[in-house]
Nanobody, 119 residues
Framework: QVQLVESGGGLVQPGESLRLSCAAS????????MGWYRQVPGKKREMVAV???????DYVESVKGRFTISTDNAENTVYLQMSSLKPEDTAVYYC?????????????WGQGTQVTVSS
């Protein structure tokens, strides 16, 4: 069973920074992408940032220039560096890892970590 362990959430003031981490273990096959999604109550979960195994990245428009996604491939860990945080960034952030073993695709989610931006 794939295991994702997230850390780094918390309460910060507007303009401050946070770094989220997600360590993946027991991956089936090879990782094809790692990413971060977020969700607020009453809204659909949205993609925040994704990085492929080839290093391509994609960000939701609202975080471009403020958030950076990166990986430590040796450790199967994905990071989300969040800067200039705004109250609208408040959400539960979920780590996602997708992999492929040549026959099937796998999609794993972390347990979620709360990020609250408030003065």
């Amino acid at each position: 069973q794939v295991q994702l362990v997230e850390s780094g959430g918390g309460l910060v003031q507007p303009g401050e920074s946070l770094r989220l981490s997600c360590a993946a273990s027991r991956i089936i096959g090879s990782i094809t992408s790692m990413g971060w999604y977020r969700q607020v109550p009453g809204k659909k979960r949205e993609m925040v940032a994704v990085i492929t195994s080839g290093g391509s990245t994609d960000y939701v428009e609202s975080v471009k220039g403020r958030f950076t996604i990166s990986t430590d491939n040796a450790e199967n860990t994905v990071y989300l560096q969040m800067s200039s945080l705004k109250p609208e960034d408040t959400a539960v952030y979920y780590c996602n890892v997708r992999s492929w073993d040549g026959l099937s695709r796998y999609d794993a989610w972390g347990q979620g970590t709360q990020v609250t931006v408030s003065s």
